[in-house]
Each structure stands twice: as structure tokens, then as C-alpha cells.
């Protein structure tokens, strides 16, 4: 099988018997781990993106029960992908895991060059996006992202290379609302409308599985922000295009102490008229959200969190960092994606495997107490 299965993945979560009941999720087509593993390195242009490898992390989540892995064409200029199919090609060739056992998502919407970084990114552009007629000029939103049909096309089968895969499970549409701002309204849901178009395509050619959005704040605004995204907008296109079966099955967004908005702050309209925060949202139109950034990248620890954290995150004897896990993977999403290079730092948060979830009374406690729009 060239893809994840609901089979394959019930086989990999019966290889972990001793792990809690509430690790794993299903969502009615495959089985979740509440910890994902994320290849996302901020601050690109640093040094330490040419010297570390994500390879080791990979394979030591894999092994420790984590079988969700997030990634995008443009992570560290395509190196995320690739590193992620050496760990694969070694584990799958070895025997030590099956494709159908591992879940894999990328996203596609900003522009990757490549690795290593060009001379003249500009001239990447020209040279590899607009004289090869993928986009045009006015097509490309500030020299970063692009959501033209026949790139998405591109960015697509460029990440099945690197990757080593035939099909990915899951293939996000990369911050959408980067565009928004540049574009007007009209403009941008009409280009949501085509990258559906394609989208549909690329799964009855097996090139996906479904398909998502993986939004940073669009989903998280204000409804008169100018970024605002709104969710039945976007389900009413997936509808028109791909029908009762259509592929839009995944909304991926942040989910952390300092922001949990997508838990407690309704601004999402829906069917009935009524207004729902997004994870809410996601369930009614039958969507699993994927919570990303747990760790807001290492800035929730700017100093120690209270006991009373600790206390209600049944974590007071581990770190603060599995604190802001277990809040991150106890509020409703399938899964938490957080990022590890270090093999050791997997194996720490996959303390929390043996852990229940946060009582809902506990995750409303501390959330009161947490933030305000």
C-alpha cells in the first residue's frame, strides 16, 4: 500500500499496549497519535539549517509510537522533505515499519527554492516558476508565495519526489491568507476555488489521499481583520467542487497556552447562523483539526510556569515543556505537532504517552485564566 490506512495504522498503535487509551485518535479514516512530529525550522537563513538533520528525530519518533509527521516543501529550501525520506526509504526497506502505518502531510503554497539557498532568489523564481509558465509575475505574492493551479501542481509532485513517496496522505494548502491584503476578497476565493480544483485532481490521480489548510492566524481573526479567513466560505467551495465525497478533511492550526483561541474565541459563522471558536467549528463540518505550534517556538518559556499549571496539567513532576504538550493535545485536536532535531527531545515528550488527557474542567480552568482577545 502506498499510503496510510485505517488497518495500518490500528497495527502500528497495537505495537504501543502500554501507552493511554487517550494517545491515539480516530477520526473515522485513520488512527492519530496525540504528538506529531513537525520539521519546521524557524529563522531559515541561520547556519545551523545547513549542518542539522531532522533524519534521527524521525526515526526515533517511529519508534516510540509517533507516526504523524508534518512538513512543507519550502521547510530549510526542501531539506525537511528529504531528510524525512531517508528515515523513511531506511525503516520501511528494513522492515522496522510499513508506508500504510505512517501518516505523512506537506503543504504547498510558498515558494521553496532550494537547498542550497540560490545566489539570486529572484532569479530562481523567474527561472524556475514564471519562464516555466507555473505562474505568473502577478501570480506571486510578494516573492513568496503562489497559489496558482499549475504550481500547486508542481509543488506537489516536486514534494512526492522528495519525499520518495507516490502519494501523500495529507497536502495542506500552506497560510492562504498571506495573499489576503494583496488580493481582494473575491480574488482570493476564487484562487482557494482552483487550488480545490486541483486538489480533487490530484487525488483521482493517487498523487494525495485529501487535503487541508494549514493557516497560521487566518482562521483566528476577527471577521473584519483583513487576513480573516472564514471556514464556511471554504467548506461551501470544497462542496461545490469535489461534492459529498470531496477531500477537504484537515484544518491545521496554532494551539498553545499564550494562543488558544482556536478553543475559546467564537469567530467563525457557521450554518446556523451562530458563531463557534474554529476547533468547534471543524467539528460541525466535520473537519479534524490539527493543532500546530504547542510551544509557540520556545516562546512560552520566556520563565517558569506556575505549579498551578502543572497541578491541572497532571504534569507538577515533568517539564514545562510537556505542561504546554499536554495542554496542547488535551483541548480537541487530533494531534499536537511539535518540532525535535535532537532524538533526546522525542523521547522526552513521549512521557505524556502514558499520561491521560487534561480533564476538560482543567483545560477550562487554566484558559480562563489565560488570555484575552
Known sequence: MSHATKEGTFSYLKKFGKYSKDFYRFNGELFFPSLGIGT????PYKEDNYIINYGSAIKTALRNGIHFID???NYRYQMSEREIAEALSEMIQSGEIKREEVIVASKAGF???????PENPYGWIKENIINKEL????????DQHCMSPKYLRWSCEQSLKNLGLDTIDILFLHNPETQLGYVDQETFYARIEAAFELFETLRSEDKIIAYGIASWNGFLYEEDHTEYISLTKVMEIARRIGGGEHGFKYLQSPFNMAK??????ANQ????????PLMHACARFGLSFLGSSPLLQKNLFKRPFTPKIGELMQTSDLSDVA????????AGA??????AVAPSHVIDNTILAYLPNATTEAMESLMSDSYAV
Open 40 to 43: 519546521y525550522k524557524p529563522e
Open 71 to 73: 512538513t512543507a516543501i
Open 111 to 117: 515558494i521553496p527554492l532550494d537547498f542550497p539557498f
Open 135 to 142: 505562474a505568473a509575475a502577478d501570480e506571486i505574492i510578494i
Open 260 to 265: 488558544p483561541h482556536a478553543y475559546g474565541y
Open 269 to 276: 459563522q457557521c450554518e446556523d447562523g451562530f458563531y463557534y
Open 323 to 330: 505542561s504546554a504538550l499536554q495542554f496542547a493535545r488535551s
Open 334 to 339: 487530533i494531534t499536537a505537532i511539535f518540532g
